[in-house]
Structures are given as structure tokens and as C-alpha cells.
Nanobody, 124 residues
Framework: QVQLVESGGGLVQAGGSLRLSCAAS????????MGWFRQAPGKEREFVAA????????YYADSVKGRFTISRDNAKNTVYLEMSSLKPEDTAVYYC?????????????????WGQGTQVTVSS
């Protein structure tokens, strides 16, 4: 069982930056692929970024590529999402997710554990 707790959301102006954190419980963090997803009101949850365990290969949605960076600190059992050049369309609840696997998935249905979400609001 893994528990995930996100933090770092807030209100920011367009063009600004935020860093989200996701702290995970458990002793085998390195064996989990980690993902960030987001869900805006009235829309489906969508993939943002993911990082594999082990070597930490990263994957991004086209909409955030070049603006967001996912990373992990295995010593702290934490995954981060650095967001820059934020746009109003980035406004959503951001969720952290985990799956015990060496493979990275981009579909929400493939992840087994989810955090409670953190709100990111980008004003124009």
C-alpha cells in the first residue's frame, strides 16, 4: 500500500512558476513509476508527466513539454513537478499517481494509487 500526499499548488499569474511535490509512503519507492495528472472542471483527467523508477526516464504530454519538468528524489520518497511559463489553460486539480512497475504508463486507469490532489489556478 502506498499513500501519496501532494503539496505546492496555489494561485499564480500567467507566465509564473510553481513546484508541486508528492510525498510517498513505503519502503520501495524506487520500484514505482510515478505520474502527474490533472483534471479541469468538466473535463476528463489527463496525463501531464511521468517518470520511471530506477533510471528515471521521463515522459511528457505535448501540451507541457518544454515548460514542465518531472523529477524524483528517491532518498526522500518524493516526486516533483516543476511548472514554468504557466498558462490559464494549465488551471486544474493536479494529482500524483503511482504504480508498482518498471514500465511507465500515460493512462490514468493504469495507476493503482492516487493522492488527494492540489489545486493550481493560473490567472490571465
Amino acid at each position: 500500500q502506498v499513500q501519496l500526499v501532494e503539496s505546492g499548488g496555489g494561485l499564480v499569474q500567467a507566465g509564473g512558476s510553481l513546484r508541486l511535490s508528492c510525498a510517498a509512503s513505503g519502503r520501495t519507492f524506487t520500484s514505482y513509476a510515478m505520474g502527474w495528472f490533472r483534471q479541469a472542471p468538466g473535463k476528463e483527467r489527463e496525463f501531464v508527466a511521468a517518470i520511471s523508477g530506477g533510471r528515471g526516464y521521463t515522459y511528457y504530454a505535448d501540451s507541457v513539454k518544454g515548460r514542465f519538468t518531472i523529477s524524483r528524489d528517491n532518498a526522500k520518497n518524493t516526486v516533483y513537478l516543476e511548472m514554468s511559463s504557466l498558462k490559464p489553460e494549465d488551471t486544474a486539480v493536479y494529482y500524483c499517481a503511482a504504480k508498482y512497475t518498471t514500465v511507465v504508463f500515460t493512462a490514468p486507469r493504469n495507476y493503482d494509487y492516487w493522492g488527494q490532489g492540489t489545486q493550481v489556478t493560473v490567472s490571465s
